[in-house]
């Protein structure tokens, strides 16, 4: 006698698909390789938060940090640029259409070397962009030199002292715009998946600097993006949830221990302070924070600023809502009174 076993039930999301739909392709980098965690986190998120894969659009310059976006998010768009020009590339996209959600991959070379001008650009328009920097203070794909983002001192494998400061991508970020910026680790699932969330539902740009230790040339005693080191001097400014706006919102909360964030989605950041003072709404102090943690020595962690009243590039440049390659003729070309006035001002 035969008997028929049920398969379990497929465990899907609120919009009726499952994890395989935002897995990407097998990844290529170093086993251990912090990127690798990294792009586990975007899958989770994205797929916990119920988007839909084909309505994002991934980008990424060179290095190992730009292959990521090949191993996440296989049903989404992607396009992968020159190295250092992924911003610009990633402006024309979402200039072209405000619809797509936009995450891009980059890395401390990619973003703090020879991208440093696009980043910078990139930071005071605003524009709506998921920007994660998966920072390793070296050039892995050229064999591990340090990168502008080594911290002063560090060693290398081969014992050669940096002697140069760093960019502290966060700091720029908060200088010139960014309105919302965090930091993390990628050993530390929990704090970047909160911080992931939060970025999904902002609407403007969200800089992450993710440190993401390289195990081939930046893993060792003396380094200061190594494992251990990120765990002996990781201090974390606050502790981060993230409350979708489709679950209850309706939570007890301490007096004075908790501040929330209404996210433009109607999501809540849910941000928890550490023992400290920590406004993360008050851009001086947390330029502050970063200076008096590297002075001690610290990494400091968590959602460092967030700001939802800023207009983002699209509001400041008046875009229309839909599309522009789905706008009829009619409202893409002036009329010939209006060339004729255009001629005429110029002579």
């Not at 006698?1 to 990407?24: A, C, E, F, H, W």
């Not at 706006?245 to 550490?274: A, Y």
Request: net charge negative; charged share 20%.
């Amino acid at each position: 006698m035969s008997t028929t076993v049920t398969p379990p039930p497929r465990k899907v999301n609120r919009i009726g698909l499952d994890v395989l739909s935002y897995k990407g392709g097998k990844t290529t980098l170093c086993a251990g390789c912090g990127h690798n965690s990294i792009s586990e986190r975007v899958i989770e998120c994205f797929y916990e938060l119920g988007v839909e894969p084909w309505m994002v659009t991934k980008f990424s310059g060179i290095g190992c940090s730009s292959k990521s976006p090949a191993y996440f998010l296989n049903l989404a768009h992607g396009f992968n640029g020159v190295h250092g020009r992924m911003p610009s590339v990633a402006t024309g996209a979402m200039l072209a259409n405000r619809r797509i959600l936009a995450i891009g991959v980059s890395g401390d070379g990619d973003t703090a070397s020879i991208g440093i001008g696009q980043f910078m650009h990139l930071l005071r328009r605003n524009l709506p962009l998921i920007y994660i920097i998966e920072n390793n203070g070296v050039y892995g794909l050229t064999k591990g030199q340090f990168s502008a983002t080594a911290d002063l001192g560090s060693k290398l494998k081969t014992g050669v002292i940096n002697d140069q400061p760093p960019f502290d991508c966060c700091a720029l970020a908060l200088e010139w715009g960014a309105t919302f910026v965090a930091r993390s680790f990628s050993g530390d699932k929990k704090q970047l998946q909160a911080i992931l969330k939060a970025a999904i539902s902002h609407r403007g740009l969200s800089v992450i600097d993710v440190i993401s230790p390289c195990t081939t040339f930046n893993d060792h005693e003396g380094s200061t993006k190594s494992y251990a080191y990120m765990k002996d001097h990781d201090e974390p400014v606050n502790e981060v949830d993230f409350v979708p706006h489709f679950e209850d919102i309706s939570v007890e909360i301490p007096e004075g221990g908790v501040q929330d964030v209404r996210m433009h989605d109607g999501s809540l950041l849910r941000i928890k302070k550490l023992g400290r003072d920590f406004d993360p709404t008050d851009k001086l102090r947390s330029l502050t924070e970063l200076h008096q943690a590297q002075q001690r020595g610290e990494v400091i962690t968590g959602v460092l600023f967030v700001d939802t009243g800023k207009p983002d590039f699209h509001d400041m440049l008046h875009m229309v809502e839909e599309p522009l390659a789905t706008l009829p003729e009619s409202r893409v070309r002036p009329p010939k009174a209006v060339l004729d006035q255009l001629m005429e001002e110029l002579r």
